[in-house]
T-cell receptor, first 113, second 113 residues
């Protein structure tokens, strides 16, 4: 079985500050990990993916995430927050042959001017 | 390249009715998955289809069903609607569905009165 835990349902940062969204996973098979972003009234947009090629993954819009097996973590970071980053962020996991994504509960990011 | 298209975007039904939602995947994608998103339960996997075959099913009652056509388009059906079925239903597609990023549509917002 696989699961994902996102620490913090709501994170608030100032514009220009570091963004850190936490994700820890549990998996009995090698995991594939993803971060998605959802803006109001829209579907999910893929930010980045970890597929075992490199532990530091760069995504769109200046986001990156580092896979740490020893800590079972895949935290999402961005050096400088922008107002347009305000949205809900989801960490997701897949692996083996279950043909599905298992999502965390999501973290709502608020960016203050 | 056109993205995942879901129709309709909004739907209002009453208890006891049934509903059919449609999803057209990205051209060339053969795997289609469906997810239910609610404020209380978050994103939950419904089922996944590949080449017209259901390969995995989530923990939902039999009132929820789906199918996939030879052109990879998919439909999901919910019969005997209940108030708790009110949700955003998201469709996602990928090439093979095996540990790949899934590309999401904007969803169908279903409201049950």
């Amino acid at each position: 079985a696989q699961s994902v835990t996102q620490l913090g349902s709501h994170v608030s940062v100032s514009e220009g500050a570091l963004v850190l969204l936490r994700c820890n996973y549990s998996s009995s098979v090698p995991p594939y990990l993803f971060w998605y972003v959802q803006y109001p009234n829209q579907g999910l947009q893929l930010l980045l993916k970890y597929t075992s090629a490199a532990t530091l993954v760069k995504g769109i819009n200046g986001f990156e995430a580092e896979f740490k097996k020893s800590e079972t973590s895949f935290h999402l970071t961005k050096p400088s927050a922008h107002m347009s980053d305000a949205a809900e962020y989801f960490c997701a996991i897949s692996g083996g042959s279950n043909y599905k994504l298992t999502f965390g509960k999501g973290t709502l990011l608020t960016v203050n001017p | 390249k056109a993205g995942v298209t879901q129709t309709p975007r909004y739907l209002i039904k009453t208890r006891g009715q049934q509903v059919t939602l449609s999803c057209s995947p990205i051209s060339g994608h053969r795997s289609v998955s469906w997810y239910q998103q609610t404020p209380g339960q978050g994103l939950q996997f419904l089922f996944e289809y590949f080449s017209e075959t259901q390969r995995n099913k989530g923990n939902f009652p039999g009132r929820f069903s789906g199918r996939q056509f030879s052109n990879s388009r998919s439909e999901m059906n919910v019969s005997t609607l209940e108030l708790g079925d009110s949700a955003l239903y998201l469709c996602a597609s990928s090439w093979t569905g095996t540990n790949q990023p899934q590309h999401f549509g904007d969803g169908t917002r279903l409201s049950i009165l």
